[in-house]
């Protein structure tokens, strides 16, 4: 059982828009600024798509944005293009207990 | 450009220690940032193991305290995971990553390496 509740899938198609969804607590998502969503393709290493909720790593295309409320995290993706279907995983900091995860959301684009 | 590389063995005794080495290339860990250790069970979500720093300031999930150790190796640029009693429930994917500070955010990953825990 992961700490923070996201849909197992997420699907849309090239060049619509899809929000994924990451729930905690207020212990975590809806205590601290520190959420973080990953990009997994299998076999290959997990890459950071956003970090403290809403900012994006160099690199990272702005059709990926991040956002909050309350205890709920989202991830959105604009104009989906097909090497955006992956796995993504949400984490935020808990406090003593540091990081954790989600159990990871499987984004097919139809 | 930073990466990062784990080796050992893919299959371990029950009650035996997993251990894990993860090689750094493009950054010294002796600078700024945490180094950890993430896990996938198959089928289920990431858990993150623990993090240090290069102080020797080490950070473990509760879950697993117990049974965990991680270590830097500074001459050569890496840093180690030793999981001791293992179980069946502790076969899983294990990454190694840079740690932003521990919090959740790991700005560099692994490939991955595939640990099964069977006799």
């Known amino acids: 059982q992961s700490a923070l509740t996201q849909p197992p899938s997420a699907s849309g198609s090239p060049g619509q828009s899809v929000t994924i969804s990451c729930t905690g607590t207020?212990?975590?998502?809806?205590?601290?600024?520190?959420v973080s969503w990953y990009q997994h393709h299998p076999g290959k290493a997990p890459k950071l798509m956003i970090y403290?909720?809403?900012k994006r790593p160099s690199g990272v295309p702005d059709r990926f944005s991040g956002s909050k409320s309350g205890n709920t995290a989202s991830l959105t993706v604009s104009g989906l293009q097909t090497e955006d279907e992956a796995d993504y995983y949400c984490?935020?900091?808990?406090?003593?207990?540091?990081?954790?995860f989600g159990g990871g959301t499987k984004l097919t684009v139809l | 450009q930073v990466q990062l590389q784990e080796s050992g063995p893919g299959l371990v005794k029950p009650s035996e220690t997993l251990s894990l080495t993860c090689t750094v290339s493009?950054?010294?860990?002796?600078?700024?940032?945490?180094w950890g250790w993430i896990r996938q069970p198959p089928g289920k979500g990431l858990e993150w193991i623990g993090s240090?720093?290069?102080?020797?300031?080490?950070f473990y999930n509760p879950s697993l305290s117990s049974r965990v150790t991680i270590s830097l190796d500074t001459s050569n640029n890496q840093f180690s995971l030793n999981l001791r009693s293992v179980t069946a429930a502790d076969t899983a994917v294990y990454y190694c990553?840079?740690?932003?500070?521990?919090?959740?955010?790991?700005?560099?990953w692994g490939q991955g390496i595939l640990v099964a825990v069977s006799s």
């Open positions: 403290e909720v809403s």
């Open positions: 207020s212990s975590d998502v809806g205590a601290y600024t520190y």
């Open positions: 240090m720093y290069q102080s020797g300031t080490t």
């Open positions: 984490a935020s900091f808990a406090g003593t207990k540091r990081g954790v």
């Open positions: 990553a840079r740690d932003r500070g521990v919090r959740g955010e790991f700005d560099y």
């Open positions: 493009g950054y010294s860990i002796s600078s700024t940032y945490y």
